[in-house]
């Protein structure tokens, strides 16, 4: 079966450090997201990506950067992590042949940093 | 500014009755609008959809409404069981490109 998924599903790390995590799909879709949950505010966009070597800003994207090498993978990296990156990231994949798609995530990664 | 809206208390209700969690918007005219299930330590998993030009969605025990001029969609469970148990969390697509803005979700607890 086709699936999502993400790794580390936990890391601690601290401040200023730069962090990789890791999204793989096997869906062949040519979207994929990354956003941050954290209490209170929901699901946050953070980068999005239509297709290999296309990257996009989202909502709360400072701080943030993704690359798109190939269609299975959009790594997130925090170059520089702070304590304000403290969060539960969830990835995503959606097929591109409309607006009306629905998102298949991963099980995220808890990121704490000190 | 947008704005998309749903109980931050929790729903508690018995085996077998049905759940009805809304979801509000504002500043927006969405085309489409959908529904996932959260459950804990787990990513959203996608339920419904619905388009702006239907007003009901049903599968299985599961019934999506959509109401554009009231902006809100209601989302029911009939006959919920101990499983319905999780958080659903309502999504819409602002400015197309299938970019999801989410609400902060509702947990329901379904209780024997």
């Known amino acids: 079966d086709a699936e999502i998924t993400q790794s580390p599903r936990h890391k601690i790390t601290e401040t200023g450090r730069q962090v990789t995590l890791a999204c793989h799909q096997t869906?062949?879709?040519?979207?994929m997201f990354w956003y941050r949950q954290d209490l209170g505010h929901g699901l946050r966009l953070i980068h999005y990506?239509?297709?290999?070597?296309?990257?996009n800003k989202g909502e709360v994207s400072d701080g943030y950067s993704v690359s798109r090498s190939n269609t299975e993978d959009l790594p997130l990296t925090l170059e520089s992590a702070a304590s304000s990156q403290t969060s539960v990231y969830f990835c995503a994949s959606s097929a591109g042949t409309g607006n009306n798609q629905p998102q298949h995530f991963g099980d995220g990664t808890r990121l704490s940093i000190l | 500014s947008q704005k998309i809206e749903q109980n931050s208390e929790a729903l508690n209700i018995q085996e077998g009755k049905t759940a009805t969690l809304t979801c509000n918007y504002t500043n927006y005219s969405p085309a489409y609008l959908q529904w996932y299930r959260q459950d804990p330590g787990r990513g959203p998993v996608f339920l419904l959809l619905?388009?702006?030009?239907?007003k009901e969605k049903r599968k299985e025990r599961l019934k999506v409404t959509f109401d554009t001029t009231l902006k809100q969609s209601l989302f029911h469970i009939t006959a919920s069981q101990p499983a319905d148990s999780a958080t659903y969390l309502c999504a819409l697509d602002p400015g197309g490109g299938n970019k999801l803005t989410f609400g902060t979700g509702t947990q329901l607890k379904v209780e024997l």
């Open positions: 619905i388009r702006e030009n239907e």
């Open positions: 869906w062949n879709h040519n979207n």
């Open positions: 990506s239509y297709g290999v070597q296309d990257t």
